[in-house]
């Protein structure tokens, strides 16, 4: 089993739609969750981060973490093509630091 | 946030030369920094993490001669693609950690460096 998953897509919504994308992971030490958003030829940007469990609201997005499933969730309202990228979340304990292989998202206008 | 610049962000060299990637973090201070590849719609792969001051560590299945990595100063980290091969195009991405409160490490990239070798 590998330590992050990650459904790689293509996800493709209309603009406006909901979007939820998801990570599972197998480590119960992650202390720290983010999410990074890649848009193409680009490097990762940081988009938000979780310590522990729990929600955190950024404008459009949400970042939900729920340590007793390993599941961790990046929930984005009012998609706009702009929101098109791939999104790799990761997680972390420490300097132990590791990435999804990422799910591609293409919001429709 | 933190900001880390990569020169090139695109590069084409010949069959059999060396290209050399530059990596920088422009407002702090990165005792470490890591090399990533990325192929077309494929995941980062980390290749190697690199010590200011020591020899980079490098993954399982990169090969330290070919992809030679120097930390020079707690600035800037090179990556030197020695003599490349088409195979070896790919997008370059350095990242640089940076330490925060209660043990949270937030880790900063690079805009990515593409290369094309023909």
């Known amino acids: 089993q590998k330590e992050v998953e990650q459904d790689p897509g293509p996800l493709s919504v209309p603009e406006g739609a909901i979007v939820s994308l998801n990570c599972t992971y197998s480590?119960?030490?992650?202390?720290?969750f983010m999410w990074y958003r890649q848009y193409s030829r680009k490097g990762p940007e940081l988009l938000m981060y979780?310590?522990?469990?729990g929600n955190k609201e950024d404008g459009r997005f949400t970042a939900q973490v729920d340590k007793s499933s390993k599941y961790i969730s990046l929930f984005i309202r009012d998609s706009q093509p702009s929101d098109s990228a791939t999104y790799l979340c990761?997680?972390?304990?420490?300097?132990?630091?590791?990435f999804g292989p990422g799910t591609r998202l293409s919001v429709l206008p | 946030g933190a900001v880390v610049s990569q020169h090139p962000s695109w590069v084409i060299c010949k069959s059999g030369t060396s290209v050399k990637i530059e990596c920088r973090s422009l407002d702090f201070q990165a005792t470490t920094m890591f090399w990533y590849r990325q192929f077309p719609k494929q995941s980062l792969m980390l290749m190697a993490t690199s010590n200011e001051g020591s020899k980079a560590t490098y993954e399982q299945g990169v090969e330290k001669d070919k992809f030679l990595i120097n930390h020079a100063s707690l600035t800037l980290s090179t990556l030197t693609v020695t003599s490349a091969h088409p195979e070896d195009s790919s997008f370059y991405i350095c990242?640089?950690?940076?330490?925060?409160?209660?043990?949270?490490?937030?880790?900063?990239f690079g805009p990515g460096t593409r290369l094309t070798v023909t």
């Open positions: 990242s640089a950690r940076v330490p925060q409160r209660q043990g949270l490490v937030e880790q900063y």
């Open positions: 990761a997680m972390s304990k420490g300097q132990n630091f590791v």
């Open positions: 480590n119960s030490a992650f202390q720290y």
């Open positions: 979780t310590y522990s469990s």
